[in-house]
DNA sequence: CGCGACGTTGATTTGCCTCAACGATTGTGG
DNA sequence: CCACAATCGTTGAGGCAAATCAACGTCGCG
């Protein structure tokens, strides 16, 4: 395997910013992950089935999210080249999932699952401390957003989330959108149409 | 040391549930970590200090939370016996905490510090998956009281917290629990109201 | 072309906030 | 131990943010 090209070189940089590995290591880490493909509107994950896999995005978009009891959709990330996606709960215990993930386009994913993460764990100890590390920082964001979400207008978080994920608000649609901001896309439009009319 | 005392007691059936430790696993454990009391009020922990612990609660009742850009607090969590405090972020990076974390009542907790958690992680590796899988489940009911405070009624939430941790809400001021769930106080002693009515 | 998904807009309603006032309870210093 | 302050809980009036419902225009796609 040649993992200097394009999907795994995104992998190695990710986890460079964690971890040092050498090259040796990073191959022997990368050959569990498998490239596959999704068109848009394709899940890799319905809501109620196990999730047989921790997936990296190296292209295209996808949309993690869970319907309530009432039948309600809540986004709760959507996730481009160079982030993860998996229900770890489902994944990690072998129950069933509580989130869906979509892909919103044509995309692709480096795909690891439960059996070869295992075995990753015995052969490379570090990946431990990387899986460990990069789940504290999902976390400490998590902490961050639900303070914002009571501290912040619908209109605050719009913004915010329109100046630090530019190109991720480029691919979505307003119902999408909205339903990561937690609002009604009746909302989101009438909160756009006061931006508009600001400038 | 003796580990079968009360408060290492607790931190042995804690960890239990993450992973099986022989009983000189667990003591290797349990001695990097010293007993300490808390008298209502005191901080253990204030916003803006680097957070130098990883703390069990074994006695007592803590609140967590942050002050806003407009100088509101927003309390993340309470941790009472079983639970435990510390600012992830601050303490993994040594950067200044986003967090205070304070007693409620006259409390005790079990500290580790960095130097001794590094040296812990070295000498029994499984510490390093025992503390990914904590993260994990935090990181789970994170994402589900998000989607929760999207798609319930305060006064849902409220009802919600009562009968899903009955013993802390006991301990907590109007003030307190108030400002966990996002609302003013003033409306939640309305919603009080109006289930008292309906008995 | 026609249908379905999406975006916009307005009217109305509702959940919750803010401010202000006041009693009850707790804590504290003399 | 009392007096007084501080904190806490309750209540009401008024206001705003956002939801809901309904109608309608637009666009992309089979």
């Given at each position: 395997?040649?993992?200097?090209?394009?999907?795994?070189?995104?992998?190695?940089?990710?986890?460079?910013?964690?971890?040092?590995?050498?090259?040796?290591e990073?191959?022997?880490?990368?050959?569990?992950?498998y490239?596959?493909?999704?068109?848009?509107?394709?899940?890799?994950?319905?809501?109620?089935?196990?999730?047989?896999?921790?997936?990296?995005?190296?292209?295209?978009?996808?949309?993690?999210?869970?319907?309530?009891?009432?039948?309600?959709?809540?986004?709760?990330y959507?996730?481009?080249?160079?982030?993860?996606?998996?229900?770890?709960?489902?994944?990690?215990?072998?129950?069933?999932?509580?989130?869906?993930?979509?892909?919103?386009?044509?995309?692709?994913?480096?795909?690891?699952?439960?059996?070869?993460?295992?075995?990753?764990?015995?052969?490379?100890?570090?990946?431990?401390?990387?899986?460990?590390?990069?789940?504290?920082?999902?976390?400490?964001?998590?902490q961050?957003?639900?303070?914002?979400?009571?501290?912040?207008?619908?209109?605050?978080?719009?913004?915010?989330?329109?100046?630090?994920y530019?190109?991720?608000?480029?691919?979505?649609?307003?119902?999408?959108?909205?339903?990561?901001?937690?609002?009604?896309?009746?909302?989101?439009?009438?909160?756009?149409?006061?931006?508009?009319?600001?400038?």
């Amino acid at each position: 395997m040649n993992t200097n090209v394009m999907p795994y070189h995104l992998l190695k940089q990710n986890i460079a910013k964690h971890i040092n590995f050498s090259d040796k290591e990073f191959e022997l880490y990368a050959k569990h992950f498998y490239l596959n493909s999704f068109k848009k509107k394709e899940y890799i994950l319905k809501q109620g089935n196990i999730c047989s896999f921790e997936g990296f995005v190296t292209k295209g978009c996808f949309r993690v999210y869970t319907l309530d009891v009432d039948g309600n959709e809540h986004v709760l990330y959507f996730a481009v080249k160079d982030w993860w996606i998996t229900d770890i709960d489902s994944f990690t215990n072998q129950i069933p999932s509580y989130l869906s993930i979509q892909a919103l386009e044509d995309s692709e994913v480096l795909l690891i699952n439960k059996e070869d993460k295992e075995r990753l764990y015995k052969e490379l100890p570090n990946v431990e401390k990387l899986f460990r590390v990069m789940t504290q920082k999902t976390h400490v964001s998590m902490q961050r957003r639900m303070i914002q979400n009571h501290s912040l207008t619908a209109d605050q978080r719009y913004q915010y989330f329109l100046s630090k994920y530019p190109e991720i608000a480029q691919k979505l649609t307003n119902l999408q959108l909205a339903s990561y901001l937690g609002i009604s896309h009746e909302f989101l439009s009438k909160i756009r149409r006061k931006i508009m009319q600001k400038k």
